[in-house]
């Protein structure tokens, strides 16, 4: 059975993370927010515990999992070396949704990095997450938690959608803020290189430590180590048919319309994905829309994205469409994760 708290995510209730922190020191999995998505929980540390969030989740053993720690001093518990750049990262972006891949401490299990000999970590800016983590003494190991390539968890209701009985327990502190993943920053090579995009725009990263380069968005075969999570080519998917319309506004939104009109025909049940502007386009047509906020606020975007997926899913609807938002700024990350959702790129 799978024991759901609520708390507030200003202030929780102590007693409740002592709680779900118990749960942790006893190899329990816990799903609990972080601003990127809701995360599954377990002791780093400890093999056993780790193997288990591999098991609730279906994910394959190649794919490795982020650590998440409390404090920037806490880097030493799972990474071998600390270079200068570490500091200065976190100075500007700890906590929040950049995770760093450095070298592994040789006690951090090869489950947790996908028996490559670097690790991934960051310190979450949820102050759930935060005191999780503090009080529990260890680091986390926390992948979405969701089951393997379905899409994201954002809201306690997405875990319980997709995990519910198969974990130990759910700390429910409402919608998270960011909606996307963090970005993944490997700084163990020169320039350090972007391996997914997330929650820190590379413009952002680049004012700080200059020049990254951007790991290309090709899947990498299922069978190799993940050098980091959320690189396979089908992840993130909703259980509808979903078709991206790449290419300038005018044309992807003429095209899109094409589409829906074509399946309204054959009797299908649309969904549409778009930003709030876009939906207008549609108005002649019995589709059912999920507005993403407006096509300037990536940020509103990105947060309602996974959210916008798992509800038109719940509406049962056949195909969702939706277009490309560009590169630019936090766009990049909605590119990414639309390629990867996407059943068919026009």
């Not at 996974?306 to 936090?330: C, H, P, W």
Request: aromatic share 4%; glycine share 8%; net charge negative.
């Amino acid at each position: 059975m799978t024991i759901t708290l609520t708390l507030s995510p200003h202030s929780p209730d102590p007693e409740l993370i002592r709680q779900a922190a118990d749960v942790i020191l006893r190899r329990g999995l816990v799903a609990f927010p972080t601003e990127t998505v809701y995360g599954l929980g377990a002791n780093a540390l400890d093999e056993e515990a780790v193997a288990k969030i591999f098991h609730a989740k279906g994910r394959p053993s190649n794919d490795p999992l982020i650590v998440h720690i409390a404090a920037l001093d806490d880097v030493k518990l799972v990474a071998s070396e600390t270079p200068p750049i570490v500091k200065t990262l976190a100075a500007a972006f700890w906590p929040g949704p950049l995770t760093l891949v450095l070298p592994k401490q040789p006690h951090v299990p090869a489950s947790v990095t996908a028996g490559l000999e670097t690790v991934a970590v960051r310190i979450p800016s949820h102050t759930i997450a935060l005191a999780l983590i503090h009080v529990s003494g260890v680091p986390i190991a926390a992948p979405s938690a969701n089951r393997f390539g379905h899409t994201s968890p954002t809201t306690a209701a997405h875990v319980i959608d997709d995990l519910s009985g198969r974990i130990d327990m759910i700390l429910d502190g409402g919608a998270t803020s960011v909606g996307v993943e963090s970005t993944v920053l490997d700084v163990t090579c020169t320039p350090p290189m972007i391996l997914r995009p997330g929650g820190v725009s590379r413009e952002a990263i680049e004012k700080v430590i200059g020049r990254v380069e951007l790991r290309d968005n090709r899947p990498n075969l299922a069978e190799e180590a993940q050098a980091s999570p959320g690189l396979l080519g089908k992840h993130y998917t909703p259980k509808a048919e979903l078709v991206l319309c790449k290419g300038e506004r005018v044309s992807a939104l003429e095209k899109l319309s094409e589409l829906a009109k074509q399946a309204r025909a054959e009797g299908r049940s649309v969904g549409l994905l778009l930003a709030n502007e876009d939906i207008q386009s549609f108005a002649s047509l019995s589709c059912i829309s999920y507005p993403l906020g407006s096509a300037n606020n990536f940020e509103a975007i990105a947060r309602n994205l996974y959210a916008g997926m798992r509800a038109l899913d719940d509406k049962n609807v056949s195909l969702i469409l939706t277009r490309d938002f560009g590169e630019q700024g936090l766009g990049l990350a909605i590119h990414d994760r639309l390629l990867r959702a996407a059943s068919q790129i026009i």
